[in-house]
């Protein structure tokens, strides 16, 4: 974006960290750090930079929370967006439709064979929610008494109640353990630092020991659900596609409903279309957000089979109603820019553009890892890079992680870490450019905060 003027820019506004920090409490923040480090004034953003009041421009290493896929302030966005709002910008989808909300759903549909129906909410926590309401009501429907969802280790899905529940992360459900259901945790997965490791394409040697956890958690069973491929939240960390087909397997064999949480995974972020393509399967549901929008505006989709879908399909009143609501189900101007970023990631490739840019992240990385002796574990599957940090000073209670993001900000990028794993998620789009400044970055900022 080309330097503003400064009759262009907004008026200064010196205490604005200070308004803020008094009346904004951010997400996932502890507001106590705020102290030593204020909130970053944001002027501007354009492709993969946002920038600030105090002149400074940062790389935004993790896509504005995974989710801006395109980069900032995609032009084709921009108009899509401005179009709809010449027509109208939001009607209740009860009872009504429009051509944007029908194109869109049609093109979502042909993602996954089979899943031909779409149910609209507001953010990723909520498609989930939906679809864990739906596997519930199913199995009522068809008069099953108890009712138990099997998750994955060190998943996460959100943070709604039954979302939290799924998730297997202690840090954000741990104080609200006592209001959330039981659910078991499938344990031992088969992980992989790539899609050349040998786990990626036979898991064979470990599968008897996750077969036998499945059929210990099969009486009343009603659903699996999955982050497929890629866990975020839990350390970005990768497992086997031949582990995801075995499951889905296994879930049709006995009857049970597989999730796929692709909020993070889908539209092109392992670098297939959705991320249980990997394995050539598709699940029972796929809930969608993020890159739907391309982190334009707020918008899940929750796709569901004929099958399920047909369960529901009945006289009102007879129990098989889904009442599920959101008030802005479908938003006409979310969808309109959906259905332009499904056109972009089409027409300009990104696809391609992750197959090219996945190895330039690893080998990256590596030279970080390299240069600085402080990172392990190295693992990269599509546009998305991470790495461990090690050694002093890093561990339980050093915020290492923590420490690193700060002295990465002030040399110019947002390098939001995961406790102590640093991890690249740039948009999809990003040039070698971007990546060779980022990498110069993060090795300055860990020799600067470990030595």
Known sequence: MPDASASSLPSAQPDLAARDVKHVWHPCSQMRDYEGFPPLEIIGAQGCHLHLRDGRKLIDAVSSWWCKSLGHGHPRLKAALARQLDRFEHVILANTTNDVIVRLSERLAALAPGLNHVFYSGDGSTAVEVAAKLALHARKIQGGGQSRFLALENGYHGETALTLALGDLGLYREAYREVLP???????????????????????????????????????????????????????????????????????????????????????????????????????????????????????????????????????????????????????????????????????????????????????????????????????????????????????????????????????????????????????????????????????SIRAVLG
């Open 182 to 444: 039981p659910v078991s945790y499938l344990r031992g997965l088969p992980y992989v630092d790539s899609v050349d490791h040998p786990l990626w394409k036979d898991c064979s040697s470990v599968w008897p020991g996750l077969e036998k956890q499945l059929r210990e958690n099969l009486a009343g069973l009603c659903a699996v659900v999955i982050e497929p491929i890629l866990q975020g939240a839990g350390g970005m960390r990768f497992y086997s596609a031949d582990f995801l087909r075995r499951l889905r397997a296994w879930t049709k064999a006995h009857g049970v409903i597989l999730i796929a949480d692709e909020i993070l995974t889908g539209f092109g972020r392992t670098g297939t279309m959705l991320a249980c393509d990997h394995a050539g399967i598709v699940a029972d549901i796929v809930c969608l957000s993020k890159g739907l929008t391309a982190g334009w505006l707020p918008m899940s989709a929750t796709l569901v089979s004929d099958d399920l879908y047909g369960m529901f399909y009945a006289e009102y009143g007879r129990g098989r109603d889904f009442l599920h609501s959101n008030t802005y189900a479908g938003n006409p101007l979310a969808a309109a820019v959906a259905l332009e970023a499904m056109e972009i990631y089409r027409e300009e490739d990104i696809l391609g553009q992750v197959r090219r840019t996945g190895p330039l992240l690893a080998a990256a990385m590596d030279r970080v890892a390299q240069a600085t002796g402080r990172l392990h574990n190295l693992r990269c599957v599509g546009a998305v890079v991470a790495a461990d940090l090690r050694g002093p000073g890093t561990g339980s209670g050093t915020r290492a992680g923590y420490r690193v993001y700060r002295e990465a900000v002030g040399r110019g990028a947002l390098l939001r870490t995961l406790g102590d794993t640093v991890y690249w998620l740039l948009p999809l789009n990003a040039g070698s450019g971007v990546i060779s400044e980022l990498e110069g970055i993060t090795t300055a």
